[in-house]
Structures are given as structure tokens and as C-alpha cells.
């Protein structure tokens, strides 16, 4: 079946060090991908996006890249902070579909070490 | 809004007792999307609405779960005579494209049955 997963639940980084999230999907026809992040009590976040006909996308000290041959997603965040501890979870849709259903994976959360 | 509105944002109901979640979406989201998210779990679907009508409910676990939505706005989520398993948090999102682009979550409504 479609599913969306990671490939560590948990990541632990020193201040300052750069950070990379990795996910995996399983349905080839997604066109589409987001990166959130949820910070505790509080709802996901949009951070990035990323369509199927990009291999990458930079923001604001992230960059989301796109391998479409293996089906993998990655985040990268640059010089990360004790702000950026969170659970990251990556969604993928089919955007063609009409109704914009995501999958998410189960989250990945990241620890940062002062 | 200024953004997605859910109340109560924790709620604490006896096993068998009939619930209430409500959502205010970012005003002029035309769709409106239900998700659960069970302790340590990604998002599970729930049910999607474009207006007031429900194309996609595909994702409601039993037919103790309803949803409805009105004047194109508010949606209440309602589970009927609650079950342990029903403890999560469900988070409401909203769009102002069918999800293009992501979503704007709210931060849930804590739900725990006992």
C-alpha cells in the first residue's frame, strides 16, 4: 500500500552542526511533497515544498532534495539551532487527485545539543 | 482568523460518552481536512471537505465518527460512545486551494478517553 516513512526515529545534533531528515515513499505517482515540523502542543507547521519535477528546493537554512529513482525525500538544516528541536514529518500527495489527501510519515524528532 | 481555531484544546470524556471537536478554519478556506494523530504515530486521514460537502471520508474509522461542516466554515468532528482507542489528538487543517501548497493546521484538540 502507499506509505510514507522514516528512516530514523530519532536525531540527535550539536548546535551548529547541520542536520539531514531522511524519508522514504512508496508511491511513484506523488507529485508532490512537504516537509512539516511540529513543535510539542502545537499542530504541523508548513517548512518546505517541493514538486515532482524538482530535484531540489532551498529555503531559509533548509533545503529539501528529491531523488525520484529510489523514492527518497531528505531535509537538510543548516547550522541548526535549539529552536529547530521538533518532530519533522514529510507528506507526500498526488496532487492530480484533486482533493490534496497527504500521507505522512510517522515523524522523525530532533534533539539538538546545546 | 488569523489562524485555524480548534476547541476545546483538551478534553477529558468517560468510555461510552458521546464527544464534540470543533474547528474555525482561516476565513475564505474553502477546504477543510480532519486528521488524527495517535501518541508517537504520523497523521492518519480522517475525512476532507471542499465547501460544505464531504468528497472524501474515506479515512473516518467506524461509523461512530460523523463530520459535518457549515455555511462553507465551522465543521464539527463528533465521536459517538467513545472508546479507549479513540484517544489522540485531532488536528483540523485548512486550505485555500484543495490543500495545494499545504495546509494550515490548528493545534488539536487532546482527547482522552478513560
Known amino acids: 500500500g502507499e506509505s510514507v516513512g522514516l528512516h530514523l526515529p530519532t536525531l540527535s545534533v550539536q548546535e551548529g552542526d547541520n542536520s539531514i531528515i531522511n524519508c522514504a515513499y512508496s508511491n511513484s505517482a506523488s507529485d508532490y511533497f512537504i516537509w512539516y515540523k511540529q513543535e510539542s502542543g502545537k499542530g504541523p507547521q508548513f517548512i518546505i515544498d517541493i514538486r515532482s519535477n524538482m530535484d531540489k528546493r532551498q529555503g531559509q537554512r533548509v533545503t529539501v532534495l528529491l531523488n525520484k529513482t529510489v523514492k527518497h525525500l531528505s531535509l537538510q538544516i543548516a547550522a541548526t539551532q535549539p529552536g529547530d528541536s521538533a518532530v519533522y514529518f514529510c507528506?507526500?500527495?498526488?496532487?492530480?487527485?484533486?482533493?490534496?489527501?497527504?500521507?505522512f510519515g510517522t515523524g522523525t524528532r530532533l534533539k539538538v545539543l546545546a | 482568523g488569523a489562524g485555524v481555531s480548534q476547541s476545546p484544546s483538551n478534553k477529558v470524556t468517560e468510555k461510552g460518552k458521546d464527544v464534540e471537536l470543533r474547528c474555525d478554519p482561516i476565513?475564505?478556506?474553502?477546504?477543510l481536512y480532519w486528521y488524527r494523530q495517535s501518541l508517537g504515530q504520523g497523521l492518519e486521514f480522517l475525512i476532507y471537505f471542499q465547501g460544505n460537502s464531504a468528497p472524501d471520508k474515506s479515512g473516518l474509522p467506524s461509523d461512530r465518527f460523523s463530520a459535518e461542516r457549515t455555511g462553507g466554515s465551522v465543521s464539527t468532528l463528533t465521536i459517538q460512545r467513545t472508546q479507549q482507542e479513540d484517544s489522540a489528538v485531532y488536528l483540523c487543517?485548512?486550505?485555500?486551494?484543495?490543500?495545494?501548497?499545504?495546509?494550515?493546521f490548528g493545534s488539536g484538540t487532546r482527547l482522552t478517553v478513560v
Open positions: 487543517a485548512s486550505s485555500s486551494r484543495q490543500g495545494a501548497y499545504g495546509y494550515t
Open positions: 476565513s475564505g478556506h474553502t477546504a
Open positions: 507528506a507526500e500527495t498526488l496532487g492530480t487527485s484533486g482533493t490534496y489527501k497527504y500521507i
